[in-house]
């Protein structure tokens, strides 16, 4: 749900001269972006600016009560390449047209906040965003800060040789550890505001959003493939073939809810687990190729193959583990997190905020329960947390910091 509030207090501000340099330069180009053949606006004195500003602010009011009962209107969602959205109302002589955030909104505010930082009142406790930063844990029980390291060589274990690689941590397999019989274990493992990257020894790619891990031998020796995942990870399996036989690649799911593990069975290539023991479902989305997933290690027990575009989710039904199979799922979505993004369709509004606590390594309360609201739009990973927030209010939830918490007031 939009607040009409924010808009129409970001008009008055400006209408008054009392806007940041920020608020003054985007409501300005509210207006250029959107001006129309013979618009008016660049034809008033200033006096009538001013009248015209307060008078839109009182227009966008009285719009919000007669379309939605002073409750405010829901933001339209458009195709992801449109991302703005407009509201047009009419006046005499004077076209009324104000565009309400979205990613150009959001976009062009943190790039002008960003810009007079410097003159302007800074957020208190405001909590920057993650970043890439993860720990390996090698066999030994050694482990390596790899946002601490330089990029090169790090170790070699069990002849494969580890490096740091930008924000990718690379296996390369070299020929002395086919010869290995038992497998040797490394875990990484992203703190809250982290994420990282990997390349395993069969050249497949693993991204781990933040709060996630994932332990993995440091050469395949076995007949299968095994890797161990909690949180939320995306996969993109290469293919691998040893002594002319293909060795499939699966993936157990570790999760306190989920006692007897689920499993991950991998006949395609990429697809992403989240698995978060706050979340309601263990979810696994498959973009290409096909997988299945299990219930227990066993499949008899439960199990569902997916195609491109569906979704696994293995839930706690009645003390007994169910899966469900959700078909057309937005894919955009899922992955979105990998692709620097909260992407949010009608997403309810603790949902949003549990991502946010563990990207921004933050606690949320909730001082007077907790809101029923939903917000869809689009914001980036890259926003301090206050300008998320900001983002966030348009749902008509209001929130503030305070000592690396998020306090919501419905």
Request: charged share 25%; glycine share 8%.
């Amino acid at each position: 749900m939009i607040d009409f509030k924010i808009i129409t207090e970001l008009l008055q501000r400006y209408g008054a001269g009392t806007a940041t340099s920020a608020e003054q330069e985007m409501v300005e180009r509210w207006l250029q972006e959107n001006e129309l053949e013979n618009n008016e606006w660049a034809q008033m004195d200033q006096p009538y600016r001013e009248y015209w500003i307060k008078e839109t602010g009182d227009r966008l009011l009285q719009y919000a009560d007669q379309k939605t009962g002073s409750q405010g209107a829901k933001i339209r969602q458009r195709h992801p390449g449109d991302r703005r959205f407009y509201f047009h109302l009419a006046a005499a002589s004077v076209i009324i047209l104000t565009v309400i955030g979205s990613w150009y909104f959001i976009k062009g505010m943190r790039q002008e906040i960003s810009a007079v930082k410097k003159n302007e009142e800074v957020v208190r406790d405001d909590v920057p965003p993650g970043s890439n930063k993860a720990v390996l844990t090698l066999a030994d029980g050694g482990t390596v800060v790899l946002d601490d390291v330089n990029n090169g060589v790090l170790t070699d274990e069990g002849g494969t040789r580890v490096s740091k690689q930008g924000d990718a941590l690379v296996y390369s397999q070299e020929q002395k550890s086919r010869m290995i019989s038992t497998p040797v274990y490394n875990i990484l493992t992203t703190p809250k505001g982290g994420q990282y990257s990997l390349v395993l020894p069969d050249g497949s790619r693993v991204w781990l959003n933040a709060a996630s891990s994932i332990r993995y031998p440091v050469a395949f020796v076995d007949d299968f493939r095994l890797v161990e995942v909690k949180g939320e990870v995306y996969f993109e399996v290469a293919p691998y073939i040893r002594s002319g036989k293909k060795i499939p690649f699966r993936v157990k799911i570790l999760s306190e809810r989920d006692e007897e593990k689920s499993q991950v069975e991998v006949m395609g290539t990429h697809f992403n687990i989240n698995a978060y023991d706050e979340e309601a479902s263990v979810n696994t989305t498959l973009l290409e190729g096909k997988v299945k997933v299990s219930i227990g290690m066993d499949t008899a027990t439960g199990s569902a193959v997916l195609a491109p575009g569906q979704q696994a989710q293995v839930r706690n039904s009645h003390n007994s583990l169910k899966i469900k199979v959700i078909k057309d799922v937005n894919l955009d979505e899922v992955v979105a997190w990998k692709n620097g993004l909260f992407m949010m369709n009608s997403a309810a509004i603790p949902s949003v905020l549990r991502q946010f606590a563990r990207w921004y390594d933050v606690d949320v309360v909730y001082e007077e329960g907790i809101p029923e609201g939903r917000i869809t739009g689009d914001i980036p990973r890259d926003m301090n947390l206050s300008e998320a927030l900001k983002i966030m209010e348009l749902s008509g939830v209001h929130f503030k910091i305070e000592d690396r918490k998020i306090i919501v007031n419905p």
